[in-house]
């Protein structure tokens, strides 16, 4: 059963750059998209980007210029790095799992991990 | 993207009562829907995908219809384990899905 599990820092500076790694664990990264997703109390649930195993991703166009994800096969793992951040990017960041466009649960976030409250202030 | 707005904000019920929560999208999205159950400290949880089916593992006392612009999620009677915060997600401009505002179901 694939799990998925977030690290990093839980408290960052303003304008400083906020990076996550979500580890994949019992299943293979390749032919699935991983998205981060946030939560805060402001503006809910709000989809950050992807990346595909491939290396492809696309963003949230509010935050492109700001976000970059990343994937590295050989680890197992993806990245999120958004960078210049204010207190508005408080919020619990989850990595989460889809098959791509379509029908079925699996075109639908189906694996999440459990989530990380990243916290900005000085 | 399609706007979806969840109602009623907060659903106030008994254990054994029924449950609607409605979700309207701003444009069609025909069934690119999902619905997502929510606890307290957890990840949301897939119950319902493609607007009317049950993911893996979820009973059969919720269910999901709908197409086009407005949805429902039922749960035909209520356990004291499904009193929580419900989400719905359209996909139909996949991968820039967007969520609803989310309704909160509390035990009267």
């Known amino acids: 059963q694939v799990q998925l599990q977030e690290s990093g820092p839980g408290l960052v500076k303003p304008s400083e750059t906020l990076s996550l790694t979500c580890t994949v664990s019992g299943g293979s990264i390749s032919l699935y998209y991983w998205s981060w997703i946030r939560q805060s109390p402001g503006k809910g649930l709000e989809w950050i980007g992807y990346?595909?195993?491939?290396?492809?991703?696309?963003?949230n166009p509010s935050l492109k210029s700001r976000v970059t994800i990343s994937v590295d096969t050989s680890k197992n793992h993806f990245s999120l790095r958004l960078k210049s951040v204010t207190a508005a990017d408080t919020a619990i960041y989850y990595c989460?799992?889809?098959?791509?466009f379509g029908h079925g649960s699996e075109t639908y976030y189906n694996v999440w991990g459990q989530g990380t409250l990243v916290t900005v202030s000085s | 993207d399609s706007v979806l707005t969840q109602s009623p904000a907060t659903l106030s019920l008994s254990p054994g009562e029924r449950a609607t929560l409605s979700c309207r999208a701003s444009q069609n999205i025909n069934n690119y829907l999902a619905w997502y159950q929510q606890k307290p400290g957890q990840a949301p949880r897939l119950l319902i995908y493609?607007?009317?089916n049950r993911a893996p593992g979820i009973p059969a006392r919720v269910s999901g219809r709908g197409f086009g612009t407005h949805f429902t999620l039922t749960i035909s009677s209520l356990e004291p384990e499904d009193f929580a915060v419900y989400y719905c997600l359209q996909r139909s401009n996949w991968p820039h899905g967007t969520f609803g505002q989310g309704t909160r179901l509390e035990l009267k």
């Open positions: 990346v595909y195993y491939s290396g492809r991703t696309d963003y």
């Open positions: 493609d607007a009317s």
């Open positions: 989460a799992r889809d098959s791509g």
